[in-house]
């Protein structure tokens, strides 16, 4: 059985800049890229707001640079996955899709989340071609154009808000015939000129080609049947996230979304020894750039209690 001071599950910001700390801490970490190396940035066209890059980078570009940038202080990065973690007792054990079998003294879980989407091909077809998931990270594309957003809930309100500071018009498809959010939130979408709400409506189509990508959808009214076209240029779906948190549910504290919990401020987990840091415990900012900061608390938390716990 292989043996590590550290073991890191998960290959976005978090991951990979946990790995940069904890390799230049002399701890020589090892990394496992999981199902989708370089994480959910991979399947981003443009970034735009992450430091340091002020002409933008391409989401898999970026990734790689972090790779390197992890690969160069040593850090031992495998592609692959981890398949089962036994927390139980320190050093925590762990089985990757190989078989291999790894002895941790701390684990550091950055598998992040996965947008949840409508399921639809037309869905699929335009992703990163005018249909998102983050308003904040690809919001700016759409200046002065027409948009629309799925969802009723808090975060599908904030992100029509958020688009309606830059594009021309929000349209908000909500299925039922009033919104989930909160009082406050429901308030800021119905007084926004911008923002018109398309009740009892479901999406039917994503419209666009291989040349402009999305440029409209077809909507069909849940209570009459009817059906409506509407002109956009982005379609942004936000109807939640799901967390990659099976691998460890019914070891560490999750919340009621199954986001990992953690001690604030920080990155420990319920398990002494267990960190978590990106989108895996953060159901509220979903960026990057927190990410990748997250990553160095959680690498720097680790440092310290292998230091306490030598």
């Known amino acids: 059985m292989e043996h590590t001071k550290c073991l890191i ?44 890059y002020p002409e933008g980078v ?22 692959g996955a981890i398949e089962k973690l036994d927390l139980s007792q320190r ?18 879980v950055a598998t992040g989340a ?10 699929k077809k335009f992703y990163g071609q005018g249909v998102s ?18 969802g009723g809930g808090d975060t599908a309100c904030e ?5 309606a500071t830059l594009c021309s018009k929000v349209y908000q498809i909500v299925r039922r015939d009033q919104l989930r959010a909160s009082k406050a939130m429901q308030h800021r979408v119905m007084s926004n000129p911008k923002i018109e709400v398309c009740w009892n409506s ?41 967390p990659n948190t099976e691998i460890v549910k019914g070891q560490v504290e999750l919340d009621e979304q199954s986001y990992i919990k953690v001690q604030s401020p920080g990155s420990a987990t319920s398990i002494p020894g267990v960190f978590a840091a990106g989108d895996v415990c953060d159901p509220n900012y979903r ?21 306490e716990n030598n």
């Not at 790995?19 to 994480?39: C, E, N, V």
């Not at 998931?133 to 799925?150: L, Q, W």
């Not at 992100?159 to 688009?163: G, H, N, T």
Request: hydrophobic share 40%; with cysteine.
């Open 133 to 150: 998931a983050c308003a904040t990270c690809d919001g700016y594309f759409y200046k002065n154009m027409e948009v629309a957003v799925v």
């Open 114 to 123: 996965t947008a949840k989407w409508l399921g639809l091909e037309s869905e």
């Open 91 to 108: 050093p925590f054990k762990a089985i990757d899709d190989h078989g291999n079998e790894i002895e941790a003294e701390t684990v550091i």
């Open 159 to 163: 992100e029509a808000c958020y688009l």
């Open 202 to 242: 479901v999406t039917e189509e994503i419209c666009g080609n291989d040349m402009d990508g999305v440029t409209g959808v077809n909507l069909k009214n849940v209570k009459t049947g009817d059906t409506r076209h509407i002109d956009i240029a982005g379609f942004f779906v936000a109807i939640g996230h799901q």
């Open 9 to 52: 599950i998960g290959s976005g910001p978090a991951g990979y800049t946990a790995g940069i700390y904890t390799s230049r801490a002399d701890i020589k970490p090892i990394l496992y890229t999981g199902q989708q190396p370089g994480g959910q940035l991979t399947i981003t066209t443009d970034i735009e707001n992450f430091p340091g």
């Open 58 to 79: 391409g989401g898999t570009a970026m990734m790689e640079d972090l790779k390197k940038q992890a690969l160069r202080f040593g850090t031992d990065v495998r592609n």
């Open 287 to 307: 960026q990057a750039v927190v990410a990748a900061g997250k990553g160095c608390i959680a690498a720097m938390d680790a440092e310290r209690f292998l230091q």
